[in-house]
């Protein structure tokens, strides 16, 4: 009898050359002893690494299963096959009066506003109940913040102080860590220093546990642990039925269930994102060299990841675990399609690039997180009410930037426009489709960022030159650099502003002109047309909010109530949408 046993050398099996016998036999016993594949990097990685429960919000998992849960929805919704599934349809309306309903006498609780999603939803819904109003939140989770840090400005953060949702002492409590100076560094380049941007690390726990004493000190009432199974709007009501069998009903529904709300899925029927940015990093204590930050670091050229050429672009800050410790990030834009890298694959890149990008070896360090999300953007943002009663709010809405992976400056920056809009909005019973949709208008400043997304995005197959990417961003942060403070500051806060652009790209042209072929092909000629059009409403949009805003705004008061609503939201979208709303 011969024995043929497989050999294994990095996990893949191999026949010996030559297997020899003393006799000759009539049969033949073949034992394959398989073994198991070797697991990742990434995986070996995670699974050392104790972590604690997972949190709602992006980037509240840590674990390998939640990676490989998260990649599973990734590979979804970049597949090219039609996945032949009925969107559920969490969302119904019913002409009657809920009072008249079979329902009416199983509600346990009525509500001013009822807020779906607590991790960003609490900043809202505190504002309201602040206001006021009688403010429900209903949290699958437990209502807590992540671990790992939001780095952020002061000056955004003090618009939670004026929302009163904060008092300033609360800031020094929540805030980690602090880091200057800044820097958007180009590598192969050059790099420009600024200072007090996004120079704090705020930890969520704590600043989520804050926000939480005060909703409850303002009568606000939290449901964790429920989920939500169906809502139903009525002429009078909008009616929220839990998975857990609760009913509550309320004037108003916020969506704040982030970026794969159900709702939105079934507003969207499912619609594949146009753009995504993914996000890959880790938390890790060894850094010696550990009090500056980088806003935006951006890699020579395009890289292989997967089957997939990507750019990649850093962001690292210290963070307020320890004096050793710091936080890096490696994220990419790209359009979801399949052959898309993995979040998984990127995080095995990262193991690559990370040591050389920070200066330190792997070995040295001590891993004590792994962070990683996906941000879907879409260019009809951000997504006007659909339903009557429901409106949404932060990711779940759009209305952060499409070169942005996270929406905590972009809630501080419209919070006190937005609670003061729903206010009104259940005041006066303001809560059709159209009235809510006013709250999230078109505002051109935020599509004309789609040309950013799509110009920092890597083409596949692209000609043009690999390094073409990082060249451009260092064209225009030069010319920025040279404008001035009013120019760099707002753009590096997700702020677009008609002036600030146009100047940038007459200096680039002026500066550059032989880059400008480069662009055209990169983005193409229908984006470039689209985003045209969005640059001349952004224009319009600046002059209708220094001239006309005046003028109306002093007629106000004599409006019917309807009508003063509406100009009021209309006032805002200008003003907003703009960018006038950025003070240096």
């Not at 200072?195 to 909703?215: T, W, Y």
């Not at 979040?343 to 193991?351: D, H, N, S």
């Not at 920092?456 to 961003?473: G, T």
Request: proline share 5%; net charge neutral; glycine share 8%.
């Amino acid at each position: 009898m011969v024995f043929l046993q497989l050999r294994h050398f990095n996990g893949v099996s191999h026949f010996p050359s030559q297997v020899h016998g003393k006799r000759k036999v009539s049969q033949r016993c073949i034992c394959l002893q398989p073994q198991a594949a070797v697991p990742s990097r990434t995986r070996r990685i995670m699974e050392s690494i104790s972590v604690s429960g997972e949190v709602g919000g992006a980037g509240g998992a840590y674990s390998y299963d939640a990676l490989k849960r998260l990649d599973q929805i990734w590979s979804n919704i970049c597949s090219t096959q039609i996945v032949q599934q009925e969107i559920q349809q969490v969302v119904s309306s019913n002409a009657g009066l809920f009072s008249q309903s079979d329902l009416s006498d199983k509600a346990v609780g009525t509500f001013d506003v009822i807020v779906c999603g607590g991790t960003l939803g609490i900043f809202i819904a505190t504002a309201l109940s602040f206001k006021g109003l009688r403010v429900a939140i209903v949290e699958r989770n437990t209502l807590k913040g992540r671990e790992q840090e939001w780095n952020i400005s002061r000056k955004e953060l003090l618009e939670l102080v004026e929302s009163g949702i904060l008092v300033e002492d609360d800031i020094d409590e929540a805030t980690a860590a602090k880091f200057n100076p800044n820097r958007c560094g180009f590598e192969g380049k050059g790099e420009i220093w600024v200072g007090d941007i996004l120079n704090l690390g705020v930890s969520p726990a704590k600043l989520i546990e804050i926000v939480k004493k005060r909703f409850i000190s303002l009568g606000g009432v939290i449901f964790e642990g429920y989920s939500v199974s169906s809502i139903c709007t009525y002429e009078n009501a909008a009616v929220l039925q839990l998975a857990e069998g609760k009913i509550l009903s309320s004037h108003l529904i916020i969506d704040a269930m982030g970026n794969f709300s159900p709702v939105v899925k079934q507003i969207r029927s499912g619609r594949k994102p146009d753009g995504v940015c993914l996000v890959v990093g880790s938390c890790a204590r060894g850094f010696k060299d550990n009090s500056t930050s980088d806003v935006i670091y951006s890699s020579s050229s395009v890289k292989k990841v997967g089957d997939s050429e990507v750019q990649l672009f850093w962001e690292a800050f210290p963070a307020g675990s320890g004096p050793l410790d710091r936080t890096t990030y490696m994220f990419t834009y790209i359009d979801p399609q399949a052959g898309s890298p993995k979040l998984e694959e990127l995080l095995e890149r990262y193991w690559d690039l990370m040591p050389e990008y920070q200066g330190v070896t792997l070995d040295n360090l001590e891993i004590q997180r792994v962070i990683y999300g996906i941000f879907p953007t879409y260019r009809d943002s951000p997504l006007p009410a659909a339903f009557n009663r429901i409106l949404q709010f932060g990711d779940a809405s759009g209305i952060q930037s499409p070169v942005s992976f996270g929406g905590f400056g972009s809630l501080t920056r419209h919070l006190a426009r937005l609670s003061t809009g729903v206010y009104e909005a259940v005041r006066g019973d303001f809560v059709d489709s159209y009235s809510l949709s006013l709250l999230n208008p078109y505002m051109p400043n935020l599509s004309a960022s789609w040309l950013f997304q799509r110009a920092m995005s890597a083409k596949q197959q692209s000609d043009v030159s690999p390094d073409f990417i990082n060249e451009l961003l260092f064209v225009n942060f030069q010319c920025m650099q040279k404008l001035g403070d009013p120019v760099l500051r707002p753009f590096l806060q997700d702020v677009i502003k008609f002036g600030p652009l146009a100047k940038t790209l007459g200096l680039v042209m002026l500066n550059k002109p032989q880059i400008i072929p480069s662009i055209f092909k990169q983005v193409g000629i229908p984006v470039l047309v689209d985003w045209s059009g969005h640059f001349f409403m952004l224009g319009y949009y600046t002059l209708l909010s220094t001239f006309a805003d005046p003028v109306i705004r002093s007629l106000l008061n004599a409006f019917p109530p309807r009508m003063k609503y509406e100009w009021n939201r209309y006032l805002e979208a200008w003003k907003y949408g703009s960018g006038l709303d950025y003070k240096l």
